[in-house]
């Protein structure tokens, strides 16, 4: 069975920054594609981030530039590094892959307030 654990969020000022973590079993992140999604209030759930193999990050334009995807494949755990956060960036965050996605996790919330 496939999980995912997504830790590392927070209340944190529009500016700041949040390194959220997932931590993935009973799959092996190191083959295919992994991916960053979020799901804002009142919204459906979008991909903002996604890599295969190291340095081969994808952003969403929304993020781009702001944000960074990392892995580690010896801990099977995937990274994504929030920088200069916006109110906008507000959502629960969540880790599961493009394609043949797994269930999902209960995600970590991020809060983006003065």
């Known amino acids: 069975q496939v999980r995912a654990v997504e830790s590392g969020g927070g209340l944190v000022q529009p500016g700041g920054s949040l390194r959220l973590s997932c931590a993935v079993s009973?799959?092996?992140?190191?083959?295919?594609?992994m991916g960053w999604y979020r799901q804002r209030p009142g919204q459906q759930r979008e991909l903002v981030a996604s890599?295969?193999?190291?340095?081969?990050?994808n952003l969403a334009d929304s993020v781009k530039g702001r944000f960074t995807i990392s892995k580690d494949d010896a801990k099977n755990t995937v990274y994504l590094q929030m920088n200069s956060l916006k109110p906008e960036d507000t959502a629960v965050y969540y880790c599961?892959?493009?394609?043949?996605?797994?269930?999902w996790g209960q995600g970590t919330r991020v809060t983006v307030s003065p």
């Open positions: 009973g799959t092996f992140i190191g083959f295919g594609t």
């Open positions: 599961n892959r493009p394609t043949t996605q797994f269930a």
């Open positions: 890599i295969s193999g190291p340095g081969s990050g």
